[in-house]
């Protein structure tokens, strides 16, 4: 029976590959306390094992996956790359240079200590830094040396099974360090900080709580209270957090205007902010249920922000009165609201004193009927699409390996940017240009997801097969030097760039923990820096008294 089976997958590798991404990404999912492997490492180690039985598939299949998977990584941290090329940007640039440099170091004094080899220092690095781009990158780069086919096929061997055995170690080494030992040395209450740095991005103090429903509303109210009163005397203490948008009387609908005088036993529809709500029942009169009469639509519209005159304008401007320096600009109607602003990618906080950019893209609230007039106020509405642009996938591709194939000799040394790299240069610049015309179709972020997903994992099942039969010889050969070196490559850095970060570059400490969770391109270390914090903070309001949720 094992045999048969054995038959089947050398005849049919296409069979062992999917079952290694179904075997491989379910061991992934495994939580052990605060790890998780992953599906890509969980994914190499189970290619690793079924990769003894001699299963190999053709190198087509895995440089093509490579390209996909880096071009989506390429294309999806386009928009933040270069939008961090500033002053702010480069301070935490500088963190992610000391990572580089520090594991370059200690790779290469491990190299010399222990005799590595080429493929082995360079798994090492990459499981050390936990960074899964590193073994695509350094096969890919093990394949164009002048070697004998068998040796560049042992040296990507060892990439795949020091990456594995190095890459375990290092992962539990830096989520403890960031979410457990790191608070401790630096003394300091992350709750608070957190909380503190929370508020000056303008959050409230009750961020702990999940809204039950959403912030922007519209309420039917039978107007008893209000009779004689003018839209304009209502609506105006407001500060147009709500705005009357229709107005029934009897079988008519007159036209809403400043002026429009309410009488007793009008249905007034109004539009805004739920916390504005309790003081409109309390002007207007009591709620009304039955709302089908007004037929009014509401939605949510996103508008890239080109107009000129709004460039620099801060986000309070766009409902201020019109005096003085604002009096040639158009005034977004009462009846509509900004309930997001989008930046590179980025949400921004929804501060008065925010000030507008170029290729904003605005979250608009309001009545349909009313979003053709207000769109071209601002800019070009963006509109979102499931469809993929593939034309424009594969350009960029094409136009990656096309660069990666240019080399230069410095010394009489030849550079290319290789596949990947050229790839990945095409990747920032297509991603760049979609975040700066979002209004323009291409592909959307699920399916880039799982470009990125299916790319890598393919790639690495590809390796680990190829390498299954090698992987044995190496973990004789280093035996427990490799973990040790996993942990303190994943340790050193990281520390440093603490010290660093604390002392000179004054950064918040929660901004610190995940800064050094992302140069050591960690998700589990981030979520488990998150999930202290959230336990801390359910601890916190459980032990005081004066704290009460409603």
């Known amino acids: 029976m094992f045999g048969e089976l054995v038959h089947i997958l050398r005849t049919h590798p296409e069979i062992a590959l999917f079952m290694v991404l179904a075997l491989g990404y379910a061991f992934g999912q495994i939580r052990f306390g605060p790890i998780q492997l992953g ?6 180690i189970v290619a690793l094992l079924v990769g003894q039985l001699g299963i190999t598939l053709a190198d087509s299949v895995k440089n093509t996956f490579f390209m996909l998977f880096i071009f989506a990584l390429g294309y999806a941290g386009g928009p933040q790359f270069f939008a961090n090329l500033d002053a702010k940007g480069l301070r935490m640039g500088l963190l992610c240079l000391i990572e580089v440099v520090v594991v370059i170091g200690l790779v290469v004094g491990a190299t010399s200590l222990f005799g590595f080899d080429p493929g082995t220092a360079a798994g090492l690095m990459a499981g050390a830094a936990t960074e899964s781009a590193v073994v695509g990158t350094a096969t890919d780069a093990i394949s164009k040396l002048a070697l004998p086919p068998d040796e560049i096929r042992q040296l990507q061997a060892n990439v795949v099974t020091a990456y594995s055995i190095t890459y375990v170690f290092g992962l539990i080494a830096i989520v403890v360090a960031t979410s457990q030992v790191f608070p401790l040395v630096l003394r300091v ?8 740095l929370w508020r000056s991005m ?14 922007m509303v519209g309420r039917v109210f039978e107007v008893t209270t209000a009779q004689g009163r ?38 007034v529809l109004v539009i805004g902010q739920r916390s504005a709500m309790v003081e409109v029942a309390g002007l207007l009169g009591r709620e009304f249920a039955d709302t089908t009469a007004f037929e009014v639509v509401i939605e949510t519209v996103e508008v890239m922000l080109t107009q000129p005159e709004w460039i620099g304008r801060e986000l309070r401007d766009l409902k201020a009165d019109r005096s003085g320096a ?3 600009l158009p005034r977004l109607p009462q009846n509509v609201h900004v309930v997001g602003v989008v930046r590179d990618g980025h949400t921004m906080p929804l501060l008065p004193e925010l000030k507008l950019q170029r290729r904003d893209v605005l979250k608009l609230y309001g009545p349909a009927a009313d979003m053709p007039k207000v769109v071209p106020l601002f800019g070009v509405r963006v509109v979102h699409s499931v469809r993929s642009n593939i034309s424009y996938m594969a350009a960029g591709i094409l136009l990656g390996v096309f660069i990666g194939g240019f080399s230069i000799k410095l010394g009489g040394i030849p550079f290319s940017l290789g596949t990947g790299g050229g790839a990945l240069l095409t990747g920032l610049a297509f991603g760049w240009f979609q975040a700066r015309n979002p209004h323009r179709l291409s592909i959307p972020e699920d399916a880039l997801a799982l470009m990125k997903d299916i790319g890598l994992a393919t790639f690495i099942a590809c390796v680990g097969l190829a390498s299954g039969p090698q992987a044995i ?3 004789q ?50 979520s488990a820096v998150q999930t202290w914090l959230a336990t801390r903070r359910r601890c916190w309001a459980t032990r005081s008294p004066m704290r009460s949720r409603t």
């Open 39 to 44: 599906g890509v490492c969980g994914t190499l």
């Open 189 to 196: 209450n992350l709750r608070e900080e957190a909380d503190k």
């Open 202 to 215: 303008g959050g409230g103090d009750d961020d702990d709580a999940l809204p039950a429903a959403p912030d």
């Open 230 to 267: 003018t839209v304009a005397e209502l609506m105006d203490p407001f500060k147009r957090r709500a705005g009357i948008e229709r107005v029934k009387r009897g079988d008519t609908l007159p036209e809403v205007s400043s002026s429009l005088r309410l009488e007793a036993g009008d249905q």
């Open 326 to 328: 604002l009096s040639q």
């Open 473 to 475: 010889t190496l973990i």
């Open 477 to 526: 050969k280093f035996g427990i030097a490799l973990p040790l070196l996993g942990i303190a490559i994943a340790i050193v850095p990281a520390t440093i760039s603490l010290f660093v970060g604390r002392r000179f570059l004054k950064i918040e400490t929660p901004v610190l923990l995940g800064a050094i969770a992302g140069q050591q391109c960690s998700t589990p270390a981030l």
